[in-house]
């Protein structure tokens, strides 16, 4: 296995989900597209983070090198998880859901290409061949599991409790 493969493979599901961004960006008012693309990435983007956090983030926490960026991610992760909620609480027809979505898809993007430019390059210096192995069996095997459990859970942002 090379030491490239578990970040290939998290570079794989962004990559798809900038391009699901894309497309609901193109989306107008309350379509079906656009109810079946935001249900599409949210899954997606919930079930990743949550293998991501079992798989890489787990393994990171252990080396005190990277615990700092480790805890960045993770909070970053859930910040993303609660604008999701709160998106999905809000009105898909309105300028307000739109507004939002620019904002949840800046985030998006920021912590993304945070992770592939600064924290996987980082990471791969601390990593031994047995937890790159470690980290990409779990992280198929949890995404499937959390993607069977997963769902759109609208929450207004004023309404999460922390």
């Given at each position: ?18 391009k ?6 193109q ?7 656009r ?9 997606d983007?919930?079930?990743?983070a949550?293998?991501?956090e079992?798989?890489?983030y787990?393994t990171?926490?252990r ?5 700092d960026?480790?805890r ?11 604008m ?7 009105d ?17 993007l ?7 430019d600064?924290?996987?390059p980082?990471f791969?210096?601390h ?7 470690h980290m ?23 309404d999460?409790?922390?």
């Amino acid at each position: 296995m090379t030491s490239t493969d578990i970040f290939a493979r998290l570079k794989e599901d962004h990559e798809s989900h900038r391009k699901l961004l894309d497309q609901i960006e193109q989306t107008q008012g309350e379509s079906e597209e656009r109810k079946e693309l935001f249900e599409k990435f949210t899954l997606d983007v919930k079930s990743h983070a949550a293998a991501e956090e079992q798989a890489l983030y787990s393994t990171m926490m252990r080396k005190p090198e990277t615990t700092d960026e480790t805890r960045h991610s993770v909070a970053e992760h859930h910040e993303l998880d609660e604008m999701m909620n709160d998106l999905a609480a809000t009105d898909m027809a309105t300028g307000a859901w739109l507004t939002k979505f620019k904002q949840l898809k800046h985030d998006y993007l920021h912590h993304i290409d945070e992770e592939e430019d600064d924290h996987f390059p980082d990471f791969e210096q601390h990593l031994t061949a047995q937890d790159e192995e470690h980290m990409r069996s779990v992280f198929d095997r949890r995404k499937q599991a959390e993607k069977a459990d997963a769902s759109v859970t609208p929450e207004k942002m004023e309404d999460a409790k922390e």
